[in-house]
């Protein structure tokens, strides 16, 4: 059950600095491209920050804010991807968005969910993926001729989305052929990550898919998961270990590939023609991907955790590999957006489920930023975000990553 | 009281329907309580987001009409950034975002109240510029850092405080007029702040500002001074560990620690009369632990040695425009520092100060004095002689004990700042400190803590402050500052006639 | 004329004047008088040249304190015996109030030491036009001046308003100024002066603005020929001054203080070379006309003792004074110097280059005709320069008809006014009052 009491303590502190709202100046540069929150940037309203979800948060624990569907679908117009929390933790101890997840949790416990969230947990439990895909149809776009390594402890983990673009796994599969690295498929058992889920407040749903997942890693002897997904990278790494399951070790594709790169082990055709990219960092591979370490303690006078807690501020995501890969590969110049890394502006994919125009405007946004910083082409590794930044009227093209990579293996 | 639906639904014309609201969780956002303070504020009734001055105008036009209070706001994160009482709307400078002009030529950037140190500074500095502004965070507008609150810029030594880089404003007056102010009065554009004849520049901020009282600054115009320091900063890292470095030869930080504050002002007056570096300050060694610190319980860990290393420490920046320049202000520095008695702290310090020298480093960490739970307050936020600021540092002494060995507040008996500015011709100091909200007890001894330090300085007749308040409700200090509340009261009731001066 | 020794004097003259419905004009400078002290038939002076005294010197905070009738002539030897100088104009004349020249806003010549437009003014003592004293800034309290133990020099507030910015250019409309503390800096030791001519003053307009971006010169004062050699010749000898000089001379002083001061004066005078070699110009400090160098220093720093003061060595003068933005300048000056090109101008770089203040001089043989015709010359030409930038923040004479167009400015001005001095018996009829 939720308990927005355990984040009392984010709650009193909050001396509505702004910091949540703003760029850190290391990453500054100029008029433009300086908020870090999408829905504060849309909708203008304090309310719609880090800063305004916590007084809400507060306001709905001490039973001075009704809990309504309204307020429910406001909540859910925060993509929840976290830029608020690691300004925040750059000066301070709080736990910003984890305070917004356990205010959908309560809202969503409470029946208080936006319909497009709501029909994710329906889909799962009527054995279909989040976004309706039945279970049976997960890998139909595999292969025939796959024929995975049966020995292997190391598992390619689908996702969700290859159902509908499945080029970014097969790019994965090659590469990983390429570089000589073992590997299974689980495609009886893979279940959808449950980031979707748990990020919209529905915990408990997601907690059975996650016990699914564990326990088919366990059985079949998995024991590194690489993902090609940036959310399910960011879900095996921040939210498994909330339910226990650490057994496994999770890496992305694009780790793999700077360590193949580094060993040589990879080459590339020098043939093509030359690509003007840049990195658009999925916030699940990026700031929020640090491995979760639970804590239970007190909160003593003046900030004093005892036992000493863990903090998560975003300093540790997956940011150098993805960009240590583009530069290895001849031909491809990285043009660096101003946003990036742990200040990387959201593609705004999960507002869409409550507001679509504020996606729509989230991703445009990027959009605008990737091509003011010079981009032809928009590199990521995350499938959501691929489609929210492919949407729009006047969208660049967008690219996976590991299909570039595997485009131009020699 | 919620708004009466026609005064919404005329608010409502003037900006637009996506830019109002009344809603409870749009106001809840505007309305928790803040941890300094042990009440909640006060609800708004309403939210507007205006976009222009003109919107503002009618805003304020409609809100006098009917009888509703406003409050303007940008950042939040200050007492008059809220609703006070009922019946009252905020009106919410977000979209007023745009920098309307840099002028290079002529040093000046004009901007919106919705402007952010962090939107401005980086423009400004592409063009080799800077500003002064006082400590708020990157997010903190520069419009009301300005031209509406008071503070004091940490590397203002080289310069003086944001009060004097303020120049042309516009703003809407009580009565819903738009008065524009100094060479903008006469068509003349925005370059200065004083009136032909009796000053209006006088109205708009004081020593400390006015937040609004004699009106709603839509624009002004911010002078610029030379960027001290590389053009160009180099940066690495990943927050919370992120630097900005000083990849320059001519530019150096040094830390020397004293044993005296008098000690201190000497070498603050002997380094202003040599006009040697860019930044001088003594700095508070809390906020300093803190900002070298990643967590609460880092600090906690080291917080006695830090105190032990370095109680006084006086933070020195060269930034002059050759190698050879630096070499002289180096040997002036050095002897300064010998015949002051100062002491060189470890180098590793020093690095330390060098990647955060930048003033928005300074800025962006200066808010870990927040990750003690957020309560805390700087008081004495004056400005004098160096002189006199040491002396009112030394008389700290007479009375903290009484409340740092009993646990009452957090605080140390050196933890304090003093910069000077304009070479050490005048000062600014902050005692800043802490206290345990958890405790019941925490804001009464808050209340006495500042009591106690009001009452030093009164025994001293020390000008530790500026008297603010207006009419009757800033008698008590006003009337020992030449009854400058009543002056203050006539003049905000001559601008706005709603205000009673004898209330 | 009335002649107040004391604040509590000035008071009870202020208060017998709101009883008697009298006006007051306050003076402080000695004679000769040019524009604020113009005669109101209507009122009478208040001369506050017997208030003389010099209420300290402070060499540690930088500081001086001065009664209202104060001048130049005595000021500055004082200020000289304890190795400090003020921020001065370019040459006053001695009888100049020091209180008067920094409530005028007038220009002064080191701009490097002026972070504000009210800088060297710090803090003051007034009696408002109500009676009532006031002091403003830190000078304010806690207490009464004999009380408060701090050195009164911190010019804002008290609280929320600046009431220094009130009386500053007021021409005495608000309060009459009793004392006012001074911002002094210390004396150098060592000083090179350049002379860096030009046929156009626009090039020397930019280096004036890069050098003092960089606050590199003390002294720094732009002067056309005409000014010049009406300021620096022998008698006699204005023309063959003038005949020698470049149209333009840029004045620019680099200075050493007390620690190591030759090597400053090499770094800063190598500053001064550099700028100009990029703007394609010449810094001498020995130059090719009929000057002694160490003596226009020493004029630079000081006012102008000798017995005819140097406006006035054709019998009058009547000026035009501007202050306008450095992108502007250009421009005003030059209408200023094609319609009168028999005019002396002295542009002097403010506010750490941000803006010039422009002195136009008409110098003639006394003759009020010719005066009434300068007058006359110089208001029009007034009307000219605002469409090109031009703000006339001083604005003596008949200027305030050019100014106070914006009715919601002039009726704020008058608020204040109505506050301050109800009964309007300071200088009745000046500017919008």
Known sequence: MSDLNRFRYTMESCNHCGQCKWILPHRMSGWDFAEVCPIHSHFGFDAYSGQGLINIAREVMEGRLERTDELAAMVQTCAGCGACDVNCKSVRDMEVLETIFELRRDLAETGHLPDACRRMAENVSAGRDPFGVPQAERFSWLPEDFREDPEADVALFAGCSAARDPAPVLAAMKILKAGGVPFRLMTEDERCCGAALWRSGQQSAAEKLVRHNADAFHRAGIRTVVTVCGECFGAFRSIYPRFGETEFRSVHISQIAADLILQGRLSFRRDLPPLTVTWHDPCMLGRLSEEYVPWEGEIRSYGLHVPEKHWNRGEFGVYREPRDVLAAIPGVETREMTRRMEEAWCCGYWSGLADPECAAATAGERVREARAAGAEVVVTSCPFCKTALSGGTDPLPVVDLAVLIAGRLA | ?503 | MLYPKTTEEVREMILAARHSGGGLVPVSSGPPHFHGASVNPNAETLDLSRMDRVMAIDRRSRYVRVEAGVTFGDLLPQLAAHGLRLNLPFLPRPSKSAVASALEREAVLMPKYQYDYPDPLLTVETVFGTGDVFRTGSAAGPGTMEENTSDKVIPWGPGPFDYYRFLGAAQGTIGVVTWATLKAEVAPSASRLFFIGSASPDPLLDLAGKLLLDRVPDECVLLDRTAFSMAFAEPGQEDALRAALAPWTLLCRVCGYERYPEERVDIYGGYVADACAAFGLTAETEPPFPVDPAQIERMLTDCDRRDTYWKLRRGDERELLTLVPPSAAPAVLAEMSASQPDAGFIVSPQVQGRAFRIECGLYFEPDPRQAEKAEETLFSLAGRLVPLGAYFDRPYGRLPELLYSDPLARGAMKRLKSIFDPDNVLNPGKLCF
Request: hydrophobic share 35%.
């Open chain 2, 1 to 503: 009281m919620s708004l009466p639906k026609a005064v919404y639904e005329e608010l409502e014309k003037v900006v637009g329907s996506r830019n109002i609201s009344d809603k409870e969780y749009v106001l809840a956002g505007n309305r928790a309580q803040t941890p300094e303070i042990p009440v909640r504020h006060r609800s708004a009734d309403a939210i507007v987001l205006p976009g222009s001055t003109e919107e503002v105008a009618e805003i304020v036009r409609i809100c006098r009409r009917h009888g509703v209070r406003y409050v303007g706001t940008v950042s939040g994160g200050i007492p008059t950034a809220y609703a006070t009482e009922e019946n009252t709307i905020l009106i919410h400078f977000k979209r007023m975002n745009r920098i309307l002009e840099i002028n290079e030529k002529d040093r000046y950037a004009v901007v919106e109240p919705g402007v952010r140190h962090v939107q401005l500074y980086p423009e400004v500095r592409k063009r080799g510029l800077s500003y002064t502004a006082a400590a708020v965070g990157p997010g903190g507008s520069v419009l009301v850092n300005i031209a509406c609150t008071g503070g004091d810029h940490h590397n203002q030594y080289g310069s003086s405080r944001p009060t004097r880089y303020l120049l042309g404003v516009e703003m809407v007056t009580p009565e819903g007029e738009i008065l524009r102010t100094g060479s903008l009065e006469a068509g003349a554009g925005w370059f200065c702040p004083e009136s032909a004849g009796p000053s209006l520049r006088g109205i708009v901020k004081g020593y400390s500002g006015n937040a609004g009282h004699i009106g709603i600054v839509t624009k002004c115009a911010i002078a610029l001074d030379r960027c001290k320091g590389p053009a160009a900063t180099r940066t690495e890292g990943v927050s919370p560990h992120s630097r900005i470095y000083m990849d320059d030869e001519c530019s150096r930080v040094y830390v020397f620690n004293y044993s005296s504050i008098q000690d201190v002002g000497r070498a603050m007056l002997a380094l202003g009369e040599s006009e040697v570096g860019a930044t001088v300050q003594k700095y508070f060694y809390l906020p300093l632990s803190l900002m070298m610190t990643s967590s609460a319980n880092e600090f906690w860990e080291k917080w006695d040695g830090f105190r032990k290393a370095f109680p006084m420490p006086l933070v020195v920046h060269l930034a002059p425009h050759s190698v050879r320049e630096r070499e002289y202000e180096e040997k002036i520095l050095f002897d300064v520092v010998r015949e002051t008695g100062g002491v060189r702290l470890p180098r590793e310090l020093e690095r330390w100060w060098e990647e955060h020298m930048d003033y928005f480093m300074i800025v962006s960490r200066l808010q870990s004095v927040l990750r003690l739970g957020g309560s805390w307050l700087p008081i004495k936020t004056g400005g004098e002689s160096v002189r006199h600021l040491c002396d009112i540092g030394d008389s700290i002494r007479e009375f903290i004990h009484d409340f740092t060995d009993t646990g009452k507040i957090f605080d140390a008996p050196q933890n304090y700042q003093i910069i000077p500015m304009e070479y050490g011709h005048f000062a600014s100091f902050e005692l800043l400190f802490m206290w345990d909200r958890t405790d019941p007890n925490s804001f009464r001894y808050m209340q006495e803590f500042c009591a106690a330090s009001r009452e030093t300085d009164l025994k001293h007749h020390a000008h530790s402050m500026t008297a603010g308040g207006y009419g009757r409700a800033g008698e008590a200090l006003g009337r020992l500052y030449c009854d400058c509340h009543l002056w203050a009261g006539r003049i905000r009731h001559s601008f706005d006639p709603d205000f009673d001066p004898d209330a």
